[in-house]
């Protein structure tokens, strides 16, 4: 079993190398101190030398560290940040990662990590015994080692935005598969050194792997539903996470992996439960990249001795051998691959430098190396290699840092001058206002305004809270006030920004109405009507006049559960909705919905409308799991009950009166919601159409609706009369 790299590696240190005197500052609480400059001050300091921020930190750590100016003990507080900011960066890139990707290319994904593994690992070997004169047992220790890579530069990746981009899911999920083809192979290496690689031990390893995937797999999302379901608490949310992370770390530790490949299987797993532009992921990433991280890069600099390179020509030419050739073999492997592939320089790239850095891994490694012995009762492992070993980890993340960097911006410029088409190209009047009114639904409909909203515009968000003008409005509007200001919270955790507005009015739509009008909101997303009792109206007192008045997108919403535990989201066309003009404002909401939930997005129409959408979707969303199920009539829609779930979000595309896609049936529909839908969470949604103003009145356009006209009302009672009548003369 491989222990943690850094409590062995600091357990070992004063055993390998020559004493060190005492560093000037020794205090936990000065040495936080000092780190907490290095992380604030290192980024200002590398962005005038245009250097990337990971680098500076790496070299801030090999300045103050005990090799260098000797600032900085090496203390507890290094083995247990730097071990848990490794774990954190390997979980983030589980987290980010595209699972749709992991499918479509996980033929590449294998092909990529193979040569990853096997081309550094061949000439890791050769060199080790042709060039560098080790034994056997001694290259294959170091072929293992110059294999395997760590996402040391994952952190720019995110800063850029690429998570999702091809090369990056590619680099990610060929890392992890050379990182276990090494783990795999120095375990059965290191049993067949000491005699133990049997038909039982790799029965035992092979069983134990089982054990934890099945348990990772079965346990770990249904514990996360149940979990997520009855606690809201950001907190208790937070903490549950990383007891998700670290527990998993422990058992692949437990059972002979590295700790960080059960923390990327944590991340995969917690991928589905997290959305990327959730509060809960804004938390995740601002503590990882604002402590953990930065703190796991600054040990890895202290642990960087440049003195070995002024030890003598053998140490220098083991040290060039290593750093050269472990970088070598990685970038035959990436362009290789990129040749393949047919895909771009850029791409090749960010392929090599995200595969190219070494860290944990190798010194984890090299470690397993210092314990084994060999004939004559020396360490198969000596000195110089540990040293060769340990810089070529600084090389090699400058290197990859570097490269990262600079493929990122060549991404990002030849997507701006290639890539398709976007709405932010030619305008996008996006401005959402949502009405509040009520604790227990307001912090969701936040969270799916969040998730629907365009990130790169930030036009922010208009959280409004109405109350009639009465006796009670002073404390009402106070009421309303801390409600507004809790969403704020939500929307600020998110980092989304939201404007506050509280208003009297004697009427609330005509309160909403007006504040939709003075704001130029180009849509509304607000909650149901929350019905007291049976005889209750299904619309509400002031909904269907906001309806009637407001000629933009609306989205009436009931979530029964957390939006990120929703398995799928099927959307109810109407004939002819193709027409509107709001068709592909909500195909883009639900979209960017669907891909950041990660969950299958269902199309219920005609053939004509859905081929729309599913252009749309292939040219403007690929990563959505999109599917067409052709549904010919509307009167259809209660059949869709037997498909629908508990976990399950049902859109209801429908329409104003007088509009093109309007059909009568649209006046059952309150009906047939509270007939056939009540367990599900609800959506229904009003495009945008084309109408009269907002501010106009003519005779022709009524000024209320109420759910059943009169008559509807006078022909229910004509049929309870003859009824009745006819129950009374049968039963006489």
Known sequence: ????????????????????????????????????????????????????????????????????????????????????????????????????????????????????????????????????????????????????????????????????????????????????????????????????????????????????????????????????????????????????????????????????????????????????????????????????????????????????????????????????????????????????????????????????????????????????????????????????????????????????????????????????????????????????AHDDDADRLVRAAILMSNRRLNRGLIGLNVVYDDPYSTRKQNEGRRLLEKAVATAASADVRMQMQSRLATNIANGIKHAFKENDASEMLMGMHQRRSPGDPFWGAYTQGIITDINRQIMLCRFNRPLNLLRRIQVAIPSRVEFEAGFYRWVERLARLAENLGCRIVFHGRQETTAFIREYIQNRHPHVRAEYVLMEHWKELTSLAQQVNDDHLLVIITARKGTVSYKPSFEYLPRELDQFFTHCSLMILYPDQNGQPQDTMTFTAPQQQTDESAYEQLSAWLCRKVFRNGWTRTGS
């Open 1 to 436: 079993m491989l222990s943690p790299f850094l409590r062995t590696f600091a357990h070992e240190m004063p055993r390998l190398l020559t004493a060190i005197a005492a560093p000037l500052v020794s205090d936990p609480t000065t040495i936080f101190v000092v780190v907490l400059l290095i992380i604030l001050f290192a980024p200002i300091v590398m962005s005038k030398l245009r250097i990337p921020h990971i680098v500076g930190m790496v070299l801030a750590g090999v300045l103050v560290g005990p090799y260098g100016l000797n600032i900085l003990a090496h203390d507890r507080s290094f083995e247990i940040f730097g071990s848990v900011g490794l774990l954190y960066i390997m979980f983030l890139a589980g987290l980010e990662m595209n699972l749709n990707d992991l499918q479509k290319y996980g033929a590449r994904m294998t092909i990529f990590g193979a040569l990853t593994f096997f081309v550094p690992f061949v000439i890791g070997y050769f060199v080790g015994v042709t060039l560098l004169g080790y034994t056997p047992a001694a290259a294959m220790l170091l072929a293992c080692i110059l294999s395997s890579n760590t996402l040391i530069a994952y952190p720019i990746v995110a800063r850029y935005g690429l998570q999702k981009h091809r090369a990056v899911v590619l680099s990610v999920g060929s890392s992890m598969l050379a990182l276990s083809l090494a783990l795999l192979v120095l375990a059965a290496f290191s049993a067949a050194h000491r005699g133990g690689a049997d038909v039982w031990f790799w029965l035992l390893f092979i069983g134990k792997v089982a054990v934890f995937s099945a348990a990772e797999v079965l346990i770990v999302p249904r514990l996360t539903r149940w979990f997520f379901n009855r606690y809201n608490d950001a907190v208790m949310l937070f903490i549950y996470t990383l007891s998700v992370l670290f527990i998993s770390a422990a058992a692949s530790s437990a059972i002979g992996l590295e700790g960080i490949f059960g923390a990327f299987v944590a991340g995969l797993i917690m991928n589905r439960y997290i959305p990327y532009v959730s509060p809960l992921m804004n938390r995740i990433e601002f503590i990882g990249n604002a402590l953990f991280i930065p703190y796991f890069l600054i040990g890895v600099g202290m642990l960087t001795d440049l003195r070995v390179m002024f030890n003598g020509a053998a140490t220098v030419w083991v040290v060039l051998c290593i750093v050269f050739f472990g970088t070598f073999g990685k970038a035959i492997a990436a362009y290789l691959s990129c040749l393949l592939f047919r895909l771009n320089l850029p791409s090749g790239h960010m392929m090599f430098g995200l595969t190219a850095a070494h860290a944990a891994g190798s010194i984890a490694m090299v470690m397993v190396g210092m314990g084994l012995m060999t004939a004559d009762g020396q360490p198969l492992v000596d000195s110089t290699m540990l040293n060769g070993v340990v810089m070529m980890i600084l090389f090699t993340c400058i290197i990859s840092s570097v490269t990262v960097d600079r493929a990122s911006q060549q991404i990002l410029l030849h997507t701006k001058l290639h890539g398709p088409e976007t709405s932010e190209r030619h305008g996008d009047d996006e401005k959402m206002l949502l009405p509040l």
